[in-house]
């Protein structure tokens, strides 16, 4: 069975702009969570889809936002990028989210850089 | 507020010996614990889980303890090769969580 997918893994953006990263689960799963690890605080919770609804949500803000589609597969929409949101994003599936106690399996992650 | 700490950030052990990695928790609401495994520019590897109804769990050389009363787990890699070095990550979660809460990590080096 594949693993999750993630697209592009590398990224080069410039302050201000607008970025969009994708996530392809693990077939069958149903939950996909965003994590944004960053040297200085570690691995950050950023939501959590559950067919196609935000179940969750960490404390980012709104400039940071996501979608489900009916595939379960999820994008991450980050607006007017700051110098500080350059980071290793990571995705995540499960079958059908944490409230279950499930195991969460990572992608290999997008390295998003913004000068 | 840091829910989930792994107090060491390195730890560096002779191959053939064991790896003892220690995490600590605050959060009595935490019901289900995790470890992954990281290298570098790549998405963390699931290793090994225990939920609270238990204070053990095996799976080959990796063996997983959690202390609910002291709110601690620990990993240990019996034998350690040098294979796994990589950082660690201990992770919590509850069922009134729905996310993950991750440690800072501690990196293990096993040496030929």
């Known amino acids: 069975k594949a693993g999750v997918t993630q697209t592009p893994r590398y990224l080069i953006k410039t302050r201000g702009q607008q970025v969009t990263l994708s996530c392809s689960p693990i077939s069958g799963h149903r939950s996909v969570s965003w994590y944004q690890q960053t040297p200085g605080q570690g691995l950050q919770f950023l939501f959590e889809?559950?067919?196609?609804?935000?179940?969750n949500k960490g404390n980012f803000p709104g400039r940071f936002s996501g979608r489900q589609f009916s595939n379960s597969r999820s994008e991450m929409n980050v607006s007017t990028l700051e110098l500080g949101d350059s980071a290793l994003y990571l995705c995540?599936?499960?079958?059908?989210?944490?409230?279950?106690?499930?195991?969460?399996?990572f992608g290999p992650g997008t390295r998003l850089l913004v000068l | 507020d840091q829910q989930v700490k792994q107090n060491s950030p390195s730890l560096s052990v002779q191959e053939g010996r064991i790896s003892i990695l220690n995490c600590d928790y605050t959060n009595s609401m935490f019901d289900y614990f995790l470890w992954y495994k990281k290298y570098p520019a790549e998405g963390p590897t699931f290793l090994i889980s225990?939920?609270?109804?238990?204070d053990k769990n095996e799976d080959g050389r990796f063996t997983v303890f959690l202390n609910k009363s002291a709110k601690h787990l620990s990993l240990h890699i019996v034998p350690s090769q040098p294979g796994d070095s990589a950082v660690y990550f201990c992770a919590a979660s509850g069922s009134n969580t729905g996310k993950l809460i991750f440690g800072q990590g501690t990196t293990l080096q096993v040496k030929p």
């Open positions: 225990i939920s609270s109804i238990k």
């Open positions: 889809y559950f067919s196609e609804t935000q179940r």
């Open positions: 995540a599936s499960s079958l059908k989210g944490l409230a279950l106690l499930e195991t969460q399996y």
